[in-house]
Each structure stands twice: as C-alpha cells, then as structure tokens.
C-alpha cells in the first residue's frame, strides 16, 4: 500500500469519529432540553405577610395579605375644653374631640363628689356636659373612650374655685350704674355706603362701634360728647356718632364712632364720654370711658344677651311660630357669615344656649334682618336661657375677621 492510500485511509476513519461525537452530544443536548421542559416549577411561593389591614390604624399595612385584629393599634381621641361656664350653682362644659368617628366617642365627667355624667358629641366632634353643685371648690375630671376600639383620650382636669377675694375700693371716677360694654375698631377704612348712616361723607374713616349697658336717648349722641385718645398722643373728636343701624326699639345703645382713630400703628388706647349723653330715662353718662379696646386684627365677642318673650314689642313675626323665648345677642360690631355672606346653618348650630334645666341646646332659628351688631336667637323650649356660648370661626365682622370663642350670660331684657 502506498503513502497515498493510507493518508485517505486515515481522515476517513478520523472524520467518521468526529461526526459519531457529534451525533452522541446532539442527541444528549435534546435529552437534556427535553427533561428541562418535563421538569415541575419548583419555585418556593410568595410568602403570606400578617398585620393590621385597618387603614384607620395606626400600624396599617398597605401589604399586609392576612389580617390579625389584635395586631392593630388605634390612635386615643382627642379631647379640648374650649370653655367653662359657672353660675354658682350649675357648671357647663363645651368642649370637641378629634378623632375618625367623633359620634362614637363617650365624654364621661368625674368629680369630688363622685358625679358621673356623660354625653356623646355631634358628628363635628363638639360636646357639652352640664352639672349640679353647689360646692365652693370641685375638681373635675374629664375623658373621652372609643368604647369599639377600647381607646382613650388623656385625662383633662379642672378645678372650679368659688371662693373669691373681698372687693376694694374700685375705681369711683366715673358713674356706677352704667358702664361701656366694648370699643371695638372694627375697620380703617369704612366704605362709601357708610356715609349714608351719618348724612355726610365719612368714607375712608375708621369705624369704631362703642356699646354701652344702657340704652341711649337718641338726640343726646352727637360727636362732641365723645373723645378718642390714641398710642401717639392725640385725642381726636370724632366725625360721626350715630344709632344706626342699630336703632330698633330694642337695640339703641350701640354708637358708631367715625373719625381717624389710629391704624395698626397708632391704636386708639382710651374712649371716654365727655358731653351730654344720655340714657334712655335721662341719666348722664358724663366720665364714663374704657381702655378696653379690641384692636383691629381680632374678631368680635358677644358682650350682652338679653331674653324676651317673643311678642314682646319690636319683636312680633322674628322668630317662627313655635318660638318660646328670644335672646337677643349683642356683638362688640355687626357680624355675617364669612365674606358677607347671610347666617346660616354653620352659625346655628355653633351657637349654643344654655338652659335652666340644665339641658344644652341650639336655637331654633338665628334672624338678623339688618346689618348691625344684633342677632335674634329663637328658642322652642320654655325652660329660661342662662347662657350662651359661640364657637370660633363662625361669625365675621365688616372686615372679614371671625370671632374667637365667646360667651355670655343671659339676663332679663
């Protein structure tokens, strides 16, 4: 056999090999794909995660797949005391609570004498609890529960003092009887249509509305018996002083003062009667002054609650038909709804009234049918008036500005 022949001989046998090789991966390749296919997905599962899925927990999870009650923490209500009212012989509490659902909250009173009173709040969170004592000094204690989720509020405590120190001398530079109630500036700019009260044009002077405990006589309030003293020195007569708007039968004693009483700058610090004016049975208020003057940035209080019957003379057709008695609020300066809108619903029931058998209630209706410091509240119920309370933010005065909360005990008009 020759060199040729063996070298053929040679690559036949090599290239039959290497194709054999071949054939045998292939198929194991096709063998392995095929048990990769058959083979089941043995991927361990998501794991199932545990928790509160109450969004009004406190620890709500928003991945939790498996709910646990007991795991969820709920927050404790929140309590306020806005106001105390005492007249001696019954304390009224009002108060609100901030919580999810604040009509499902108990507001439960704890005192000395071992008084346990409760009471639910509206759907708004506001509340008032009413008691009986005759007690010179009582401590109160004052929580609210969620009773569902078995939270509550921290302790709110308060003690009422009766005893008070002997009177002194006072101050015997002005007459007794009578006093001014409130000076209130309510605006630095008065409007145009303020000149139509005054006869003249007062436009572009500061208001300032002065209520006094009497009523007035009418021809008696003119601007000389009025002098204001302002933080710069100046005492300044003013331009105008008038009744109007408030000169209804029963109204007639606030006076609005115009002139430049100061801006935010310079206050008025002192008004004092200085002329002839008189009450209504012909007194002189000669001398009588304050110091006591809300400044423009706050917002009126109400100063005088009066009660009447409601076919008492100037009052026939005010209130609805089933009206049982009638107070008349006195603000320091004439009030509306926010943005000089009409009162409505939200002022309703932010007002409350406390009656003498100890039960809180809200006017039947509010009338303020002019735009003074005057507002109607008509009561359905025959148990008399003693007090009345205003939450904030409700009522606004000519410049926008609401009120804080106020109060006022009721008295015989």
């Known amino acids: 056999m020759n060199k040729s022949l ?4 040679a690559l036949i046998i090599i290239t039959s090999s290497i194709v054999g090789c ?5 198929s194991s390749n096709v063998i392995q794909e095929e048990n990769i296919v058959d083979e089941p997905n043995t991927e361990p599962p998501i794991d199932e995660i545990s928790g509160c ?27 306020s005391v806005s106001n105390v009212i005492d007249d001696g012989s019954t304390i009224a509490i009002f108060g609100d609570v901030d919580h999810f659902h604040p009509d499902e909250i108990t507001i439960s009173l704890s005192a000395d004498e071992d008084v346990i009173i409760s009471t639910k709040p509206n759907i708004d969170g506001d509340w008032s609890l009413t008691m009986q004592s005759s ?16 939270t509550t509020s921290n302790v709110t405590f308060i003690e009422i003092n009766r005893t008070t120190p002997e009177d002194g001398d006072g101050d015997t530079s002005q007459p007794q009887n009578y006093s001014i109630l409130s000076a209130y500036h309510g605006l630095d700019e008065l409007p145009a ?5 005054c006869g003249f044009n007062v436009a572009g002077d500061d208001g300032m509305p002065i209520v006094f405990s009497t009523q007035l006589q009418i021809d008696s309030v003119v601007p000389e018996s009025f002098l204001v003293m302002r933080s710069d020195g100046e005492s300044v007569v003013p331009n105008c002083a008038t009744l109007h708007p408030a000169d209804e ?22 008004v004092e009667v200085t002329g002839p004016l008189l009450t209504f049975d012909g007194e002189s208020l000669l001398g009588v002054s304050t110091e006591e003057i809300t400044p423009l940035e706050d917002g009126p209080r109400v100063v005088l609650a009066e009660r009447f019957a409601p076919n008492t003379d100037g009052l026939a057709g005010e209130c609805p038909d089933d009206t049982a008695q009638v107070v008349q609020l006195t603000w320091e300066g004439g009030v509306t709804g926010p943005a000089n809108a009409a009162l409505g619903e939200d002022q309703r029931l932010g007002t409350w009234v406390l009656l003498e058998d100890g039960a809180t209630v809200n006017p039947l209706a509010l009338v303020d049918d002019d735009p003074d ?15 009345v309370l205003v939450h904030t933010g409700l009522f606004h005065d000519p410049g926008d500005i609401a009120n804080p909360a106020t109060h006022a005990e009721v008295v015989d008009g």
Not at 6 to 9: C, N
Not at 22 to 26: E, H, K, Q, R, T
Not at 53 to 79: K, R
């Open 193 to 197: 249509v303020a000149s139509l009260l």
């Open 22 to 26: 071949l054939a045998d991966d292939s």
């Open 53 to 79: 899925m109450d969004s009004e927990a406190i620890n709500y999870g928003e991945n939790v797949t498996i709910e646990i009650t007991e795991y969820c923490i709920y927050p404790d209500p929140v309590l």
């Open 373 to 387: 410091n005057h507002v109607l509240a008509c009561l359905s119920e025959d148990s008399p008036a003693q007090w």
């Open 6 to 9: 063996v070298l053929i001989t």
């Open 249 to 270: 039968p029963l109204e007639q004693r606030t006076v609005l003062l115009t002139g430049d009483f100061g801006t935010f700058g310079e206050t008025p610090l002192r």
């Open 135 to 150: 007690a010179e000094h009582i401590n109160l204690n004052i929580t609210a529960t969620h009773d569902l989720k078995e």
